[in-house]
């Protein structure tokens, strides 16, 4: 099975930064998406920033210029790098990542378990 780890979150003033890591394991033939969703209090989670396989990246407008996602293949990691970070950046994050396992019906799609982003100061 896979499954995905998720760390990096915590308190910080605003204007800071955080750096969320996502971790996939498991019997994966290949990824192709990785991507950041967020869910605030009272809010509906919503898509922060995405990569696909060919390393093309797209981000929410709130986001955009601030935020920066990456990936290490080699590791099965994504990345985002927060800075600039506001108070109403604070949300639980949440980490899903899509692609292909070995063996039989091998589509998968997997969500970590969250990591808690505190804006304030």
């Known amino acids: 099975q896979v499954q995905l780890v998720e760390s990096g979150g915590g308190l910080v003033q605003p204007g800071g930064s955080l750096r969320l890591s996502c971790a996939a394991s498991?019997?994966?033939?290949?990824?192709?998406?990785m991507g950041w969703y967020r869910q605030a209090p009272g809010k509906e989670r919503e898509a922060v920033a995405g990569?696909?396989?060919?390393?093309?990246?797209n981000y929410a407008d709130s986001v955009k210029g601030r935020f920066t996602i990456s990936r290490d293949n080699a590791k099965n990691t994504v990345y985002l790098q927060m800075n600039s970070l506001k108070p109403e950046d604070t949300a639980v994050y949440y980490c899903?990542?899509?692609?292909?396992?070995?063996?039989?019906?091998?589509?998968?799609?997997?969500w970590g378990q969250g990591t808690l982003v505190t804006v304030s100061s």
């Open positions: 899903n990542v899509r692609g292909l396992r070995f063996g039989l019906a091998g589509n998968f799609e997997v």
């Open positions: 498991g019997r994966i033939f290949s990824i192709n998406f």
């Open positions: 990569t696909t396989s060919v390393s093309s990246t």
